[in-house]
């Protein structure tokens, strides 16, 4: 936003949390958090490198938002903001997952300000979810219009007295998703990739600020959230499981019809799942021994 520079991209996976400027941005979030607890991957575009250094990046996008910025007072601290550059991404991690709740599940904050006679400079990004980091859902949105991207609305609101609720659309501003839209019960994972190619020439990246969760799961309900679905695939799938000693355990795969698979497991396990789709990746908290569970 306004912030000319270049940076050659490349994608890292883990964070060192070394060389921190940023004060009590400084402690990684630890889980259960409404706030993203980890910046799964990410890789920075050309054009601005404003907050991407190692002393601001990645605290900036873990905490809450940046409480200076204002409908018409964008946030200016690298400690709280970070841009894309062009054509960039940044993958956060939620723990609990957000969840499929009645309404819109999470906002996503960019650094949109309104000026002039209500005018809105935004900087649009594409928003996608996952469940496992493979597999992406990407929200529906126009290229013309922006309609369905993130980045259209300024954070905060006018008028409002006291601490803002970052979980209510209303008063945090932002642009909020629902899960429904995409037809997933719950994400681990969102993705923000700047989409500022779109736009005019004055925009030059996408600032990611942060993002919330409004509806998750219990830190314990990856469960009961899979025991609704079945696992398609035409070919049997190949499935292991492991006790969190690291034991491998015995996981029984039950044909249900013809491309329709669930299995059966007695402990507590991480389990491996690969189909003809793809390959994943799931930890099972709370089984019950003889319980038949769908995936």
């Known amino acids: 936003m306004g912030r000319k520079g270049a940076y050659a991209g490349c994608l890292i996976v883990g964070m060192l949390w070394s060389q921190c400027a940023c004060d009590v941005r400084c402690?990684?979030?630890a889980p259960p958090s409404l706030w993203p607890v980890r910046v799964h991957s990410y890789q920075f575009g050309s054009s601005q490198a404003f907050g991407?250094?190692?002393?601001?990046?990645?605290y900036n996008v873990l905490g809450a938002i940046c409480t200076t910025a204002t409908p018409t007072n964008p946030c200016a601290d690298p400690c709280q903001v970070v841009s894309l550059g062009k054509g960039g991404f940044i993958v956060l991690e939620f723990d609990p997952p957000i969840a499929d709740g009645h309404g819109v599940d999470f906002i996503v904050f960019e650094n949109a300000f309104r000026y002039g006679n209500g005018q809105v400079f935004?900087?649009?990004m594409i928003v996608s979810v996952s469940q496992d980091g493979i597999l992406w859902q990407t929200f529906p949105y126009d290229s013309i219009t922006g309609e369905g991207l993130a980045g259209r609305t300024p954070t905060g609101c006018t008028g409002c007295s006291g601490p803002i609720d970052w979980q209510d659309p209303s008063q945090a501003g932002g642009d909020a998703f629902d899960l429904a839209t995409v037809g997933l019960s719950w994400a681990r994972y969102?993705?923000?990739?700047?989409a500022t190619h779109w736009q005019p020439s004055?925009?030059?990246?996408?600032?990611?600020?942060?993002?919330?969760?409004?509806?998750?799961?219990?830190?314990a309900?990856?469960?009961?959230?899979?025991s609704g679905f079945?696992?398609?695939?035409?070919?049997?799938?190949?499935?292991?499981?492991?006790?969190?000693?690291?034991q491998e355990v015995e996981v029984e795969l039950i044909r249900l019809d013809d491309d329709k698979w669930t299995i059966?497991?007695?402990?507590?396990?991480v389990v491996q799942i690969q189909t003809d789709k793809g390959a994943y990746l799931h930890k099972v908290l709370v089984p019950h021994p003889g319980t038949l569970m769908a995936w």
């Not at 996408?206 to 969760?213: E, K, M, N, R, S």
């Not at 309900?221 to 899979?226: D, E, K, M, N, P």
């Open 27 to 29: 402690t990684p979030i």
């Open 52 to 58: 991407q250094s190692p002393a601001y990046f990645p």
């Open 122 to 124: 935004d900087e649009w």
């Open 190 to 194: 969102v993705r923000v990739t700047d």
């Open 202 to 219: 004055n925009r030059l990246s996408a600032d990611l600020d942060g993002v919330v969760a409004i509806h998750q799961l219990h830190s």
């Open 221 to 226: 309900g990856l469960l009961a959230l899979s």
């Open 230 to 246: 079945l696992l398609t695939s035409q070919a049997p799938p190949v499935v292991r499981a492991w006790s969190f000693s690291g």
């Open 264 to 269: 059966r497991i007695a402990i507590p396990a």
